[in-house]
């Protein structure tokens, strides 16, 4: 992995710093209906389907757009205008999907968990159970709220064995959390290219059960967001309905080459796993508190509770990181007073050690001598 760089680390949910390497597969210009692009396209629907298991069953449609534009793209798609989703909530993530369903008038309810809570596989079998009509359930798997890991196999079988359809929010565990379809049913799991694949914004995909895409024509609300017509122009002439971010696709091609050369996604997980090891055990050394306890904590990102010394504040304590050179996440999304630190994308266990070093060092700036909330 290169750096070189002359930007800050970004230390974020996404985008994030990306290589050298992905960042200079975007000089080249590509005629979107050319052989050379489609040649990419097939390849890296072709990687993203075999990298969790999916090549049996399953299909990559990519779409344009953020990681939300491909959600609410599967969720008008593979829900029917007459069928009933239950979605898992522990985070904003959860309630954006019921937001979705909310305003594509599709019937949907929730089940809810606190936001350190992760849902409990027996409760979905048993609200299931008790409501025939519920045909889908759509979950996140890390819910970048917080940063808890879901546990999305548990409750991958207690769908199945209840005989309904699971939709998968992976957005940010893609790529960095191993997943496999052959033995965790899922109709369909949702990602996108800038987190951990470590490309670029702009793109966004799902895998997708071949027969519920095959069986999906006509559910979707949108022309643009219509998974199934996306599918079946690609499967005709390889090539994307309307105009594909090519640059942000050449990106992606060569962000899956760096992955599968660091060792695919156990090696990714191995590397963010070590990255959140170093920022939590550093953090905790400076009195911080995270949300999260280990058990739950994704290797994703780590939120980080408001520390209770009145000089802490948080507005010097982000200006006094960026000039060190690192960006962390401003946004709150948690209920409880927090801030965020991510430890995915291009950077290193070095790296998370001299972000800890800058935190200190912001600290004892500002006169605050404990992270203690
Ligand atoms: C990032 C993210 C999304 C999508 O966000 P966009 O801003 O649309 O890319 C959706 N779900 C989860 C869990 C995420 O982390």
Known sequence: MTRERSTPLLLTPGPLTTDIATRRAMLDDWGSRDAAFIAITARVRDRLTRMVGGEDGHVCVPLQGSGTFAIEATLGTLVPREAKALILVNGAYGRRMAKILERLGRRHETLETAEDVPPDAKAVAARLAGDAAITHVAAVHCETTSGILNPIAAVAAAVAGQGRRLIVDSMSAFGGIPLDLRRVPCEAVVASSNKCLEGVPGLAFAIVRRDALAASAGNAHSLSLDLHDQ???????????????????????????????????????????????????????????????????????????????????????????????????????????????????????????????????????????????
Request: aromatic share 8%; glycine share 10%; net charge negative.
């Open 231 to 373: 599918w079946r122009a690609m499967e005709g002439n390889g090539q994307w309905r309307f105009t594909p971010p090519t640059q942000v696709l050449a990106a992606l091609d060569q962000a899956l080459v760096l992955l599968d050369e660091e060792g695919g996604v156990p090696a990714r997980h191995v590397r963010y796993a070590a990255n959140c090891r170093v920022l939590v055990d550093g953090l905790r050394r400076l009195g911080f508190e995270t949300l999260l306890p280990d058990a739950l904590q994704a290797p994703i990102i780590v939120t980080v509770r408001m520390p209770a010394d009145p000089a802490f504040r948080f507005d010097a304590f982000y200006d006094g990181l960026r000039e060190r050179g690192f960006v962390i996440y401003p946004g709150k999304l948690t209920e409880a007073p927090s801030f965020r630190i991510g430890c995915i994308g291009a950077v290193q266990p070095q790296d998370m050690e001299e972000a800890v070093a800058a935190i200190a060092a912001v600290m004892a700036g500002l006169g605050v001598a404990s992270g203690a909330p």
